[in-house]
């Protein structure tokens, strides 16, 4: 099999690039050590503190966090990094060539369950007419993503990677210590019979938005006209996976829950990587009016509504969110 150095190396991608990105992974891969000890190393549980999210802060994202964050800074190969657990961005070194955010621990709320989480990263070229200390070098839109990938910390560690080329999928070898390509070309069918939304936001949702869910529920009588399944996993990292998997489509609405907050999802750290790595794989990725990767970040917490996954069952949705266009 494949490694990872080689297949990037195939794919002619600049040498500091792939080397910010070996950094990257070796941070990864001390985390899915981390996340495998579990209550062994005393990992689990929650911190008294609350991120800019306002979320509770498990002790593993902050493990997470500061470890990516002292690779990356150590690296010499960043300019500046942005986190979901860091509440403005962090300057590192000055002219380096690349700009990193990442979502340390997506899903942290299944850590203490055992169940799916994920480290969702994006790399971008620095800008050179910004300070390395401004936000506004993540004023780029998602197609400037130079690097997208996640690693998803499941019964196996794997990653999801694109440099602009296929959607690939590499598996950890925990006894050799490296990624292993193991599919060399992801490809989202274009239809689906499987969704995920999570339905007890069923009464904040558009209308036109309902009236999609409930099309999907009418299965073989309604205008669908097929049987649907659904999951539901809690962590975005893991339903997309499944998605790139197997298909399907992923949504997570704006709502009413916060009227200040429509939308949940954070653009530069989880939609965006997401939908790279999904339109890299022929699926589809909008917020309920535009292509996600045409969006240009105003701040780098600015959160968006996400449907990502099967074209046609894309689409679809979008038909019923057609006024709101
Ligand atoms: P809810 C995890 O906190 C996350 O950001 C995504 O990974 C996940 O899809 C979503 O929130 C889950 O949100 O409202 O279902 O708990």
């Avoid at 055992?114 to 300070?131: E, L, S």
Wanted: a negative charge; aromatic letters at 6%; glycine letters at 8%.
């Amino acid at each position: 099999m494949k490694r990872l150095i080689n297949c990037l190396e195939n794919d002619k991608v600049d040498i500091e690039l792939i080397l910010l990105i070996d950094t990257l992974l070796t941070a990864c891969k001390e985390i899915s050590f981390r996340v495998g000890q579990g209550a062994l190393s005393n990992v689990l549980g929650s911190t008294l503190d609350e991120n800019i999210q306002g979320e509770t802060q498990k002790k593993l994202d902050i493990i997470s966090n500061q470890l990516l964050k002292d690779m990356l800074l150590a690296s010499g190969r960043v300019r500046t990094i942005a986190s979901e657990e860091e509440d403005s961005v962090v300057a590192a070194t000055e002219g380096a060539p690349y700009i990193v955010a990442f979502d340390p621990l997506d899903g942290s709320s299944n850590i203490d369950i055992n169940g799916q989480i994920g480290t969702i990263f994006t790399i971008y070229r620095a800008k050179d007419d910004v300070p390395a200390t401004s936000e506004l070098q993540f004023a780029q839109q998602g197609t400037e993503q130079v690097c997208a990938g996640y690693v998803l910390y499941g019964p196996s560690t794997m990653l999801a990677l694109t440099t602009g080329g296929p959607s690939r999928l590499y598996t950890l070898d925990k006894t050799q210590g490296c990624y292993l390509l193991t599919t060399a070309q992801l490809e989202v069918p274009t239809q689906t019979a499987e969704f995920a939304v999570n339905m007890s936001n069923f009464t904040q949702w558009s209308s036109g938005f309902t009236d999609y869910i409930n099309a999907l529920l009418l299965g073989n009588e309604g205008p669908r006209a097929k049987k649907y399944n659904m999951r539901w996993n809690g962590a975005m990292v893991g339903d997309v996976h499944r998605v790139l998997s197997r298909g399907g489509i992923f949504c997570y609405p704006s709502d009413t829950k916060n009227p200040q907050q429509p939308a949940k999802l954070r653009l530069l750290y989880e939609a965006n990587p997401l939908a790279m790595l999904v339109e890299h794989a022929q699926g589809k990725a909008f917020t309920e009016h535009e292509r996600i990767l045409t969006i240009t970040p105003s701040h780098i917490h600015q959160r968006v509504a996400v449907i990502m996954g099967s074209t046609e069952e894309v689409d679809a949705c979008l038909g019923y969110l057609k006024p709101a266009l």
